[in-house]
């Protein structure tokens, strides 16, 4: 079975409030993590019928700060399906309500995976790309995931070899004492 990307997007907007904010005046980062979090589980439930849960979340960049007053809108959409997970693309974009000017705030990708009752993985719909950025938006999400693959088997202690890596630390504001 296949579904229409269109079909499970979603778009939510919140007030930025001061209790939503840190000492400076701006919106805390976890406050807005938490929003794309739930938006990411109310489009990969959507998208498979089923309750999600996260399983990780590639890319967090906090792009432009965020003010108390202006208005928060968050799009969620899937990008790429597997069997049991989904990764689920989110937006997030701030509005002077005054001014009118946007903020792109932060993109991140968060990979959902599909649960039934007892809590087991089960499959989920593939989604039909239509558009030529749903094709991009897919391929990429092949790339992220074979990325993480190289990075993780790359660095475990039975692959990690220290002599690879020691010349490049000399540049970083670190010191080694072996």
Do not use: W
């Not at 590639?58 to 792009?63: C, G, I, T, Y």
């Not at 030529?132 to 995931?145: D, G, M, N, P």
């Amino acid at each position: 079975m296949f579904k229409q990307i269109k079909d499970s997007q979603i778009t939510i907007s919140q007030l930025m409030l001061p209790s939503h904010s840190n000492f400076s005046g701006k919106i805390h980062g976890g406050f807005i993590l938490n929003l794309m979090d739930q938006i990411a589980f109310a489009c990969a439930s959507k998208h498979s019928g089923h309750y999600c849960v996260t399983a990780s979340v590639n890319k967090v960049d906090f792009l432009n700060p965020i003010d108390v007053g202006e208005l928060v809108t968050l799009k969620a959409s899937i990008n790429y399906t597997g069997r049991t997970s989904m990764v689920v693309g989110v937006r997030v974009e701030s509005e002077n309500i005054q001014t009118g000017k946007v903020k792109h705030c932060n993109s991140s990708y968060f990979t959902m995976v599909a649960k039934d009752e007892d809590g087991n993985n089960v499959p989920v719909p593939g989604i039909i790309l239509n558009t030529e950025q749903s094709v991009r938006r897919f391929a990429r999400s092949i790339t992220r995931q074979e990325q993480a693959k190289n990075r993780n088997s790359k660095f475990k202690p039975s692959e990690f070899k220290i002599e690879e890596h020691l010349e490049a630390l000399n540049e970083h504001n670190v010191k080694i004492e072996l």
